[in-house]
């Protein structure tokens, strides 16, 4: 079964709009971290936003949020008035864990985020 | 130079060649790691160290041979490489907490892509 899932392989989103990027998990651990990378063409994979499981609060970050809901498993990035430079593939990744081989992330297809003028 | 820095950025080579990816952290930390990126796959991690030890090699063929001289360097020296070893690759850090648990977020490179010929 999948671990991480992002359902959405590719959207358009008008410039300015709001966009909401979908990503579920599954785990039985109770303790893993949400984490959201954006790769625009040029390849370089830039880290946007994380989320602990114990977070009591949703992460933001600048116009980036996680819109948390720990019971459904989703950690969907918010994206607020969306630039065209955010037009990128974007990644949703969770680590598993506390254990001291836990340095492997888990990772998404990822949505290719397409904003147009 | 800040971050984490990857040379070359565009390497073509053909099946006999050998040749070195290399990639420099400016971060601090003690933790790097080796990724695959095909298209339309997850990435794939290929070796990690800590604390410049090899912690992990996920069954990555002989033909990629990585070295951590010290904190701040990896390389990946590449030997008689196939066409299916076209990728981009992608070295990351992070910093690894003395109990060895992994909590940090991982910060990447631009990355090199790889042709073989």
């Known amino acids: 079964a999948q671990k991480i899932t992002q359902t959405q392989p590719g959207m358009f989103v008008q410039e300015k709009e709001a966009v909401t990027l979908d990503c579920t998990y599954d785990?039985?651990?109770?303790?893993?971290?949400l984490f959201w990378y954006k790769q625009p063409s040029s390849g370089e994979m830039i880290f946007l936003i994380y989320?602990?499981?114990?977070d009591q609060q949703n992460a933001t970050e600048g116009r980036y949020s996680l819109n948390f809901q720990k019971a459904r498993k989703s950690a969907n990035l918010v994206i607020s008035a969306s630039q065209l430079g955010d037009s990128a593939m974007y990644f949703c990744?969770?680590?598993?864990?506390?254990?001291?081989?836990?340095?492997?992330?888990?990772w998404g297809a990822g949505t290719k985020l397409i904003i147009k003028p | 130079e800040t971050g984490v820095t990857q040379t070359p950025r565009h390497l073509v080579m053909g099946m006999t060649n050998k040749k070195s990816l290399k990639c420099e952290q400016h971060?601090?930390?003690?933790?790097m790691y080796w990724y695959k990126q095909s298209a339309k796959k997850p990435l794939e991690l290929m070796f990690v160290?800590?604390?410049?030890?090899?912690?992990e090699n996920n069954s990555v063929p002989s033909r990629f041979s990585p070295e951590c001289p010290n904190s701040s360097h990896l390389f990946l020296h590449l030997h008689t490489l196939q066409p299916e070893d076209s990728a981009l690759y992608l070295c990351?850090?992070?910093?690894?907490?003395?109990?060895?648990?992994?909590?940090?977020?991982?910060?990447f490179g631009p990355g090199t892509r790889l042709t073989v010929l």
């Open positions: 971060l601090g930390h003690n933790a």
């Open positions: 990351a850090s992070s910093q690894v907490a003395a109990s060895g648990i992994y909590t940090d977020t991982q910060y």
């Open positions: 990744a969770m680590r598993e864990g506390l254990m001291d081989s836990n340095y492997q992330l888990i």
């Open positions: 989320q602990g499981s114990y």
């Open positions: 785990t039985s651990d109770p303790s893993y971290g």
């Open positions: 160290y800590s604390l410049e030890e090899r912690v």
